[in-house]
């Protein structure tokens, strides 16, 4: 009899569910798409399930902030985490986090990645990937590239790409992609990985020559640049990707939930309209039982890359 009425009781908590408002915590300042994506879902959510759902910025500490609150959140569905990949990458950079990034969590969805580009001066008289590389193994050490910062997706990725070309370049960090992608640009570093959305009205003035984007497909706001893969570099694929996670008990019934209407809403006409306009696209549809495996193949692949490039924890 228990049983009996323990499953009943979570099929009308799925049924009623949700009944109060959602609170979705973000671990960055408004503004980016981590914040920006996650809006436009929750306004549709509200729209949809009649229940308000408050953004709550909590930045600090490349999202462990954010991330700590809703491990510790009640796992009944109505607290929820906008992530993106600097997720998986908190634990190369800080020997303690106060939480398993991967056991205290459970994956929703993933919704949009945002393609970054390997843009280089035009100034440098390299116009393929496969002269950049050729141009970086007769200068071991003497290439420079820039990033968003130690420890960013900019970084992360460009080491994938060092790392699969056998190339020796220098890292130049900065404190945000707008100065790395300067630095590239007026050809005080030799190439640079930056957003689509940052690169294509540089590009569309011939202010950087765009080479190669770091995700699986072609990015649709530069159809005629082929991925990195297309390029030369053999097993490339870095996708700046987004999505969002609840506590890791919460009842599978919810997460279903939460899953089919996020799914539902991030393919509608106005949507879509709103993720282009941000270079945003949608991340392939994956199986809701592949979320958590594909976050443990990314997290995988980052240790891998911070310990060939040799960073350490902080």
Same mark, same amino acid.
């Given at each position: 009899?228990?049983? *009996? ?57 490349? $999202? ?13 569905? @109505? ?19 106060? @939480? ?18 390997? *843009? ?8 393929? *990937? ?9 200068? &071991? ?9 130690? $420890? ?24 945000? +992609? ?7 640009? =007026? ?35 530069? &159809?005629? *640049? ?9 097993? @490339? ?29 991030? =393919? ?10 941000? $270079? ?13 495996? @594909? ?15 040799? +960073?350490?924890?902080?």
């Amino acid at each position: 009899m228990l049983t *009996v009425a323990s499953s009943a009781h979570a099929v009308d908590d799925v049924a009623n569910f949700p009944g109060k408002p959602i609170r979705v915590v973000i671990g960055f300042s408004a503004g980016g798409v981590v914040d920006v994506s996650v809006r436009i879902i929750g306004q549709k959510l509200n729209e949809s399930w009649k229940q308000q759902v408050i953004a709550d910025n909590r930045p600090g500490a490349g $999202g462990i902030i954010a991330a700590q609150i809703v491990a510790n959140a009640n796992p009944d569905g @109505y607290t929820l985490l906008s992530i993106s990949a600097s997720h998986v990458i908190a634990p190369a950079l800080y020997a303690r986090i106060p @939480y398993d990034t991967l056991k205290d969590f459970a994956g929703v969805t993933l919704t949009v990645m945002v393609p970054n580009v390997l *843009v280089v001066s035009p100034s440098l008289g390299v116009k393929s *990937v496969r002269e950049l590389v050729a141009m970086a193994k007769a200068k &071991p050490g003497q290439i420079l590239y820039s990033s968003g910062g130690i $420890g960013s997706g900019t970084h992360f990725g460009t080491e994938l790409f060092t790392n699969l070309s056998a190339i020796n370049v220098g890292h130049v960090p900065f404190k945000g +992609i707008p100065e790395a992608l300067t630095e590239a640009m =007026v050809g005080r570093v030799q190439f640079t990985l930056s957003p689509v959305s940052t690169v294509l009205p540089f590009a569309k003035e011939g202010k950087v020559l765009a080479l190669g984007v770091t995700t699986a497909t072609r990015a649709a706001a530069m &159809p005629d *640049v082929p991925t990195l893969a297309e390029a030369g570099v053999t097993g @490339y694929r870095w996708d700046p990707w987004f999505g969002v996670l609840v506590p890791a008990k919460t009842p599978r019934s919810i997460v279903r939930k939460l899953n089919a209407e996020i799914r539902r809403i991030l =393919v509608l006409p106005d949507v879509k309209e709103r993720w282009s306009a941000m $270079g945003a696209e949608l991340m392939p549809p994956i199986a809701l039982e592949e979320f958590d495996r @594909y976050l443990a193949e990314q997290a995988a692949l980052v240790a891998k890359l911070a310990q060939a490039a040799n +960073i350490k924890p902080e």
